[in-house]
């Protein structure tokens, strides 16, 4: 069940393999710095969202850690970037 929740929540989002996992993160980064106000709140959003997705996978799915965390740090890794860039600025 959650294999196809999952399939067809990522079937949604435009791209293939990994790309996927970046485009979701962005994602969640954009939605959640609508709604926080601090510099690194929606960097610690889609921390927090990425951490229970890859461990939902990790759980459910049985994929091997090394992906889990492959895909982990596409999730995250851009979102990163951004919040320092940002940080850097003021």
Same mark, same amino acid.
Not at 27 to 50: A, D, H, N, R
Not at 56 to 79: G, K, N, T, Y
């Given at each position: 069940?959650?294999?196809?929740i ?14 996927d996992?970046?485009?979701?993160g962005?994602?969640?980064?954009i939605?959640s710095?609508?709604? #926080? ?6 960097f610690f959003?889609?921390l %927090?969202?990425? /951490? $229970?997705f890859?461990? +939902?996978?990790l ?5 091997? #850690?090394?992906m889990v965390?492959e895909?982990?740090?596409h999730?995250? %890794?851009?979102? /990163? $970037?951004i919040?320092? +860039?940002?940080?850097k600025?003021?």
């Amino acid at each position: 069940m959650y294999a196809n929740i999952r399939s067809l929540f990522l079937n949604v989002i435009p791209g293939a393999c990994f790309s996927d996992f970046i485009y979701l993160g962005m994602l969640v980064f954009i939605i959640s710095g609508f709604i #926080s106000s601090k510099k690194w709140g929606p960097f610690f959003i889609t921390l %927090i969202f990425s /951490l $229970i997705f890859k461990g +939902l996978d990790l759980l459910f799915l049985r994929q091997a #850690s090394a992906m889990v965390i492959e895909q982990f740090l596409h999730m995250i %890794i851009l979102p /990163l $970037i951004i919040t320092v +860039l940002y940080s850097k600025r003021n």
